[in-house]
């Protein structure tokens, strides 16, 4: 609660600040006192086809990268990267001022998709088809705002790249696609230094957090995700550098996912002791594979946080291919092998909890962030496909009853990866009706204080069971 009073308190300050003259001269508004306006009406587009459309948003990641939804139609989310700006980072990786700028945007945008009026367009300012960053999965886009007209007419909405900009809360990246806007961004860039705003400040970031990583248990993390999801509990360990140790259970789609189990000794209230686990992003590199195999015991240290896309979980870990120095190392986030996979104790190992899709429900957090493989066979009543080719499937048992889990099916999906090793699915039909056995990975998504469950599909490794296989 404090930090939060702290941050709208220098939104206040700020806004304050901006309004007066100081010796560098008047404080410049360059969202409304230049050049850079949008010239495309955007009513009636669709971004897929004309690089621009009205939209609301889906998630919000960081400073400088959004998830829209269209306010049009059913396409999948658009994932933009906010053309020529860079903010500090606050996912992967946690940098200085990288969560005031990630709540700084994320404050613009509620307020215009609530009050106002949100914009997507390329960067290029023509209908066209739009252009993908280096990832191939996010597009280049100018992100254009207006906070208190509905439907504005688009030569009123201002640019949200350059705000962000101005605000001293991102340094200015490659323009080449936008020249005739090149000068004000600098101008803007430079004004936020002359005013030392932000980044530009000298000052510690509020939201920061510089002291030492603590160690606390991976019960004591679950238990608050347990009062946030079921309560309404804010979580107390979002934004906290610690340092945990766990077993590594799996490692897909940039997760690694780490458990542990405890008993009345190490703080469980269950007679028969419990598991915690978490899933750690790990950044959209590959990380050493001493870190990533199955029963591997590990330490890490990192920032926890709680993504709206993703849940709540740890970042910011490094996961060095150096040997861990006990004494230099001690208080750096650098991870360490604490056991091997073959070294493991028996009482660190992990094996998949096996249960019914009703038992599975039922359980709800007490199996997250573990693997688990459903009794019964289920049966696909309906799949989604989005614009990565990722699938999210939805589930029934025998009975028609529905169940409380989907299944998200990140990679390419081989149903016959031994006798038809070309062969995969790249359609929802090819999914629905079918009856599968399932496993995986047991997550959680929340988003607009809906909470949903889901199974990740986990990669093929050979000579281990599907997690997704297809009954006859």
């Not at 404080?27 to 955007?42: A, P, Q």
């Not at 587009?45 to 009205?54: A, L």
């Not at 990786?93 to 215009?112: P, S």
Request: negative net charge.
């Amino acid at each position: 609660m404090k930090k939060n009073i702290v941050f709208a308190l220098s939104f206040v300050a700020l806004a304050i600040f901006n309004t007066v003259s100081c010796n560098s001269g008047k404080f410049v508004d360059y969202t409304k006192e230049s050049n850079v306006k949008l010239t495309l009406d955007y009513k009636g587009k669709d971004f897929y086809k004309d690089s621009i459309e009205q939209v609301n948003v889906a998630y919000y990641i960081d400073g400088d990268t959004t998830h829209f939804k269209s306010i049009n139609n059913n396409t999948p989310n658009i994932k933009i990267r906010y053309y020529g700006i860079d903010t500090p980072e606050s996912t992967g990786k946690i940098e200085e001022y990288g969560e005031e700028a990630k709540q700084f945007t994320k404050a613009k945008l509620k307020n215009a998709v609530e009050n106002g009026t949100v914009v997507i367009s390329g960067p290029t300012m023509e209908y066209g088809e739009p252009i993908t960053d280096s990832t191939g999965s996010r597009y280049l886009g100018l992100v254009w705002i207006n906070e208190t007209e509905k439907n504005a007419s688009y030569d009123s909405l201002i640019c949200l790249n350059l705000y962000i900009v101005q605000e001293g809360l991102s340094y200015v990246k490659s323009l080449d696609k936008i020249p005739e806007y090149v000068d004000t961004f600098l101008k803007a860039e430079e004004q936020a230094k002359r005013f030392k705003l932000n980044l530009h400040s000298g000052k510690p970031a509020e939201l920061f957090n510089y002291g030492a990583y603590e160690a606390i248990s991976l019960l004591e993390i679950r238990r608050a995700i347990e009062a946030d999801l079921k309560e309404g509990i804010p979580n107390p360990y979002s934004g906290r550098k610690v340092r945990l140790r766990g077993t590594v259970t799996s490692y897909c789609n940039s997760m690694l996912y780490i458990a542990s189990y405890f008993d009345e000794a190490t703080g469980s209230t269950n007679p028969n002791g419990e598991w915690a686990g978490i899933n750690i992003y790990t950044g959209t590199g590959s990380i050493p594979s001493k870190y990533t195999t199955k029963n591997t015991y590990i330490e890490v240290a990192g920032t926890l946080s709680d993504s709206e896309e993703f849940g709540f979980q740890m970042s910011g870990c490094d996961f060095t291919r150096s040997t861990f120095d006990p004494i230099e190392d001690a208080d750096t986030n650098k991870a360490q092998v604490i056991y091997k996979a073959d070294e493991t104790p028996e009482e660190f190992r992990v094996s998949p909890f096996v249960m019914s899709a009703s038992e599975l429900g039922a359980a709800s957090s007490d199996k997250l962030f573990m693997e688990v493989e459903v009794k019964e066979t289920l049966t696909c009543y309906d799949a989604y496909k989005n614009d990565n080719s990722e699938f999210t499937l939805y589930f029934e048992d025998q009975n028609g009853t529905k169940t409380p889990f989907n299944m998200f099916v990140p990679s390419i999906y081989y149903p016959d990866p031994e006798n038809q090793p070309y062969y995969s699915y790249s359609t929802e039909e090819e999914f629905e009706g079918k009856k599968f056995k399932v496993r995986g990975l047991y997550t959680f998504r929340k988003y607009n204080g809906k909470v949903s469950y889901q199974l990740v599909m986990r990669p093929h490794k050979e000579g281990e069971p599907l997690d997704l296989t297809i009954v006859e």
